[in-house]
């Protein structure tokens, strides 16, 4: 297996980056720190609907940067696709969202946290963070399998479903076996406040720890760096100060 070091020159000493198969069946991109450094917990990442891009990649270096190993699974690789095509960007990913299926996506997942497990990273130790649809891969994750943590930023398929076997978050919320931390913007046009309210009780009857902070003045996609129009970067910056701070108190606590 090839590795190579990140390409951007001040992480190239820090990071390692590898692309693997996740249990020699799904494509994955992996970002470490330095072999010299062992990790402090290992994080699945799940993209938003534009799939792998350098953006998503940015924020596996962003937890890199924080002490964990990243592994970013590539949920439109039965496709032939990391990304799509970027001069469509969001145009183009909505339709490529919807030839998802809940099977695939857990199984994509679920070979992310088995390659992080057969890393020597158990279940105190695995956390999922995830955006626009990916938030909700990370919750669903949360309900279906134990985890020390899940993030979802502006999840939603929140009172219907997004994909075949993969029901609204709604119904999952009540169902987390893991503390869970929502972030969601209070513009959001894909997302409803009365959405987000529901959901916020929704997970406090789980009995997990859970937390959902809103942001007023933001919408969609708030923490897209790489699209000026929907980033606001003061949200951005505290929904990430929360993310390391949950992360903190939640991976690897006994």
């Known amino acids: 297996m090839a590795v190579m070091t990140a390409e951007a020159n001040e992480k190239q000493h820090r990071h390692l980056r590898t692309e693997v198969s996740a249990r020699d ?11 010299d450094d062992p990790p402090r917990g290992g ?21 890199v940067d924080a002490g964990y190993l990243t592994i970013a699974p590539h949920l439109y690789h039965r496709d032939g696709l990391a990304e799509v095509d970027p001069t469509d960007s969001w145009a183009g990913a909505i339709p490529q969202m919807g030839t998802l299926t809940g099977d695939g996506i857990h199984a994509d997942v679920n070979d992310c946290l088995d390659h992080l497990s057969d890393a020597g990273l ?20 949360a309900a279906r399998r134990p985890l020390a943590a899940a993030v979802s930023y502006y999840g939603g398929a929140v009172s219907s479903p997004a994909w075949p076997g993969v029901p609204p978050l709604l119904d999952l919320a009540p169902a987390l076996q893991s503390p869970w931390l929502g972030l969601y913007g209070e513009e959001d046009s894909m997302i409803t406040m009365a ?17 959902l902070v809103t ?7 708030f923490h897209s760096h790489d699209r000026p129009a929907v980033h606001r970067p003061e949200a951005a910056a505290d929904a990430w100060r929360r993310t390391l ?3 903190d108190r939640h991976v690897g606590a006994a």
């Open 25 to 35: 069946r799904t494509p994955a991109t992996v970002i470490a720190p330095a072999a």
């Open 122 to 141: 158990g279940t105190a130790q695995t956390a999922v963070i995830g955006f626009c649809m990916g938030g909700t891969v990370a919750l669903a994750t």
């Open 215 to 221: 942001y007023p003045g933001a919408g969609h996609a």
């Open 195 to 211: 959405d987000i309210t529901d959901l916020r009780a929704a997970a406090a009857r789980s009995g997990q720890p859970t937390e």
């Open 245 to 247: 701070a949950f992360l």
């Open 43 to 63: 994080i699945v990442v799940i993209q938003d609907a534009r799939g792998i891009t350098p953006y998503l990649l940015s924020v596996c270096y962003d937890l």
